[in-house]
């Protein structure tokens, strides 16, 4: 039984035919076998709490694992792979089908550090599902099914990880894939707008900032002060872009609103 379709333009046959094009050519992953393993923090069905399809019922893959130490890193539950349940793909699929949702979206974690993610991807493109896949832009985006859509977090420099990201990435992203910039202070706000307005990258993309809404400490947690003074609040952000008549989107956390801060599988 397939999953039954999201009503709206994530799931119209010209964007469907516009990724096939995007990824004719290319090298796509293969999607393995229902015995390859993948490291598992938790599946669960939630609120899609971000980017343009914020607010859709949505089955969440986290993936174990993730080669950056981000400053206001939210699940690190899921940084060390080494921590994951390993559960092969089939049942992966297993459990995204019994949740009965037609949207699923993989995270983590770096979803994209284990190579058998992207397998994972086109077996449930395969199925009929919808595929968000949320990379931190550790790893190269390279090999990715062109029917998912990719929603590429870019690092601040008060993340701690913007000099370790992969830029090359942006030339791979489809018209249709999201680029999402969390931010933790005012220089990180001009930053990001000097970013946009440089690369025109919302004349190619939904752009998408955030404040960040976790605690930032894994990088100043020596310096309380400093934390402080670099997180914004909503309100700040909002009028910040207002001011600047800046073409982003507002992207709160809608599922934070909803269950609150701290708690998993929500």
Known sequence: ???????????????????????????MADPGSDHDTLSLSEIYASIQG?????????????????PFRCA??????????????????????????????PLVELTGGEPLAQDAARGLATRLLDAGYRVLIESGNSVSIEGIDPRARLILDLKT??????EQQRWENLALLKPEDEIKIVLCSRSDYEWARDLVLQRNLTEQHVVHFSPAEATVTSRLEDTPSLARRRRITRRELAEWILADRLAVRLNLQLHLWIWGRGRRGV
Request: charge should be positive; hydrophobic fraction near 35%; aromatic fraction near 4%.
């Open 50 to 66: 971000e980017s343009t399809l914020a607010g859709w019922p949505c089955v969440l893959v986290r993936l174990a694992g993730c």
């Open 72 to 101: 206001y890193c939210d699940t690190p539950e899921a940084r060390d792979e080494r921590v994951g349940q390993r559960v092969p793909i089939g049942e992966i699929v297993r459990r995204v089908r019994s949740l009965g949702l």
């Open 1 to 27: 039984m397939h999953p039954a379709p999201i009503p709206g333009n994530f799931t119209n046959r010209s964007e469907e035919s516009r990724a096939a094009s995007w990824g004719a050519g290319l090298k």
């Open 157 to 162: 420099p008060d993340s701690g990880m913007s």
